[in-house]
């Protein structure tokens, strides 16, 4: 019962959340939306023992990820109102609407004829280890996941050698003569 | 409504946390919405920060069913996967919000109008 509570509070939450970000005009206001999702999305993870995603969840997301967004928002000075009411496509937010609730209803269609067949039911012994979520956890990526482990710490440096490079203010080329010194 | 009707089919399906608890549909549907918004706010909204966030949001549902079917199964390697998802969001955030920031540089604006000039 108590981890119903848990549940429905989690949902609320994350439900809310999402709800808020699609509707409110402000971006920052957004942002701050978003990080209510992801606090409600890390309950849900609590409430099903996986204690290290909702740690991480928390760290990463809401800590750093929410506020690259609203540093990018309030660097960029973008945080005007957006127009909400106004049709960018005529017509284009009732089917985005209806679009939206196809989906879901073809996810809950999947869920509800697939749910009671035995999804799985015996236990997957992979990992033979046993111990707390995050014993488990990090005793797969330690040693099954290790290579692609190693392959994201490249990942991520590309990104931030990427990122650094497309937001870099072009240095005005000195005049030579003959050269095509940019564009602008 | 929808939700409760689906966990009342299936009252069967509760898994290992314990019989009161909530069973494996009710984060399904949970999921389903939240990816649904994200996709609806993604379609709708013009600012492309705020069409990024909810990708991020979608992102957030799929770990979400996820983490559900590692539970259901028990099964860690679907929370591994997560983990790496979650890694990956952030290069992507990383490296999307450095395309925003040129974006709005040239264009002086955050609209997904702002590059029209990339349709073909």
Redesign the interface.
Known sequence: MATWIVFVAGAFIALAGAVGLVTVPNPVHAALLLVLTLVGVAILFVTMEAHFLAAVQIIVYAGAVVVLFLFVIMLLGVDRAEDVRMDPITGQRPTAIAMGIASFAMLVTIVAIKADQSVGAAPVADVAFEGSNVERLSNAVFTKYLYPFEITSLLLVIAVVGAVLMSRRPKPLPAVDGANGGAS | V??HA?YA??P??VSG??P???G??????????????????L?????I??M???V??ML?AV??TF???????????G??L???V??????????G??????I??RRQ?????SAVMLKG
């Open positions: 929808i939700a689906v089919q299936t069967v399906l946390n314990g009161s608890g909530p494996m549909t009710p984060y399904l549907v949970v999921a389903a919405l939240l990816f649904s918004i994200g996709m609806i706010g379609l709708t909204r013009r600012n920060l705020v990024f966030m909810c991020e949001l957030n770990n979400l983490v559900t079917f590692a539970r259901k199964m028990n099964d860690i390697n929370e591994a997560v983990f790496f979650l890694v990956v969001a952030a290069a992507e955030v990383v490296v919000l450095g395309i925003i920031v040129s709005v540089r604006s955050a609209t997904a109008d």
